[in-house]
C-alpha cells in the first residue's frame, strides 16, 4: 500500500510536477504537411516568418537543414502524466545534428521548431524531458453542427477574464471530415524528432528519440480563417506562427495512442 508520502507527486522549485519519461499518451490529431521550403543562392533554407521563437534562433541555425516536406500538428491529449492538455506544433523538415567531438555520425531526423502548449506543466516537463522548446498559448476547439471542427489558438495574457478576440488569434483553421476510410491503417509512421532549448542562457544541448504512434485515420478538407491580407487567408499570420500554405487535405487521427519515450542526449 503507498503511503501518504510515496503518492504525493514531486514538483519542481516553481511547483510545477515532475513527470520524466517515458509518457503513455491518448489523444487526437490534425496533421497538414507542408511543401519543402525553397532555397537561397547559398544553398540555405529560407525559413518564413514565425518559424521559430526568438530564443530558438541561434540554437536552431547550428543545424544543417537538410529539406523535405513539413508539417503542422495539432493535438488534443486526453491523458497523460501531467493531465490534459491541447499542443500547435510546426516541424520544419529533416535536419542534421551539428558535429560533436563525441559523436561518430550525425543524427538526421524531423525538428520542431515552433510549439505551443495550454499547460506550464507540460512546458515545464517537455523542456526538461526532450528539450523541446513548448511555450504556453489559449486554444479554443468548437464542435459544429454539421460535424466541422473550429480550430483556434492566441496568445495568452497574464492576466485577462476576457474571452478570445478575433485580434488575438495567431492560428485558426477549420476541418471538415471525409468520409471515413474502410479500414484504416494500424499506425502512424514514427520519425526521430531533434530539438534544441536555450532560453536559459545554458550551453545547448541535443536531444532525439523515436516516438511510437497508433490510432484510426481518416482524411478531412480544411478552410484557414486567419486574414493575412486583403482577400486572402492563411492558417496564421506569419508572426507567432509560419502562414505556410499546406497541401490541400488533412489526417486525422482519433484514438490515438503515443508511447513518448526516453530522449538520448547528445
Not at 93 to 100: H, I, P, V, Y
Not at 191 to 202: A, K, L, N, W
Request: aromatic share 10%; net charge positive; charged share 20%.
Amino acid at each position: 500500500m503507498a503511503t501518504p508520502e510515496s503518492s504525493t507527486p514531486l514538483k519542481d522549485d516553481n511547483g510545477i510536477i515532475v513527470a520524466p519519461a517515458p509518457w503513455k499518451l491518448k489523444c487526437r490529431t490534425w496533421m497538414l504537411l507542408t511543401s519543402p521550403l525553397s532555397s537561397n543562392k547559398q544553398g540555405g533554407a529560407l525559413f518564413p516568418a514565425g518559424w521559430a521563437a526568438p530564443f530558438q534562433y541561434e540554437a536552431l541555425q547550428k543545424g544543417q537543414f537538410l529539406g523535405g516536406p513539413g508539417m503542422v500538428m495539432l493535438v488534443q491529449y486526453a491523458e497523460t502524466p501531467v493531465g490534459p492538455y491541447d499542443e500547435l506544433m510546426w516541424i520544419a523538415g529533416k535536419f542534421s545534428m551539428a558535429e560533436l567531438a563525441s559523436e561518430k555520425k550525425k543524427i538526421n531526423g524531423n525538428r520542431i521548431t515552433r510549439i505551443y502548449v495550454s499547460t506550464k506543466e507540460s512546458t515545464a516537463n517537455g523542456r526538461r524531458n526532450w528539450n523541446i522548446p513548448k511555450q504556453v498559448a489559449k486554444f479554443n476547439y468548437t464542435h459544429e453542427a454539421d460535424g466541422s471542427w473550429d480550430l483556434a489558438v492566441s496568445l495568452r495574457q497574464k492576466i485577462s477574464t476576457k474571452p478570445i478576440s478575433h485580434s488575438s488569434i495567431f492560428l485558426r483553421i477549420r476541418f471538415q471530415f471525409l468520409p471515413p476510410i474502410p479500414k484504416g491503417p494500424p499506425g502512424y509512421p514514427p520519425e526521430v524528432i531533434e530539438s534544441e532549448c536555450t532560453d536559459d542562457g545554458q550551453e545547448p544541448k541535443w536531444a532525439s528519440l523515436v516516438p511510437d504512434i497508433r490510432g484510426s485515420m481518416y482524411i478531412a478538407t480544411f478552410k484557414p480563417k486567419v486574414a493575412v491580407k486583403e482577400g486572402k487567408n492563411a492558417i496564421a499570420d506569419g508572426i507567432s506562427f509560419p502562414a505556410m500554405d499546406p497541401w490541400r487535405l488533412a489526417v486525422v487521427m482519433e484514438d490515438v495512442r503515443i508511447n513518448f519515450g526516453e530522449a538520448e542526449w547528445h
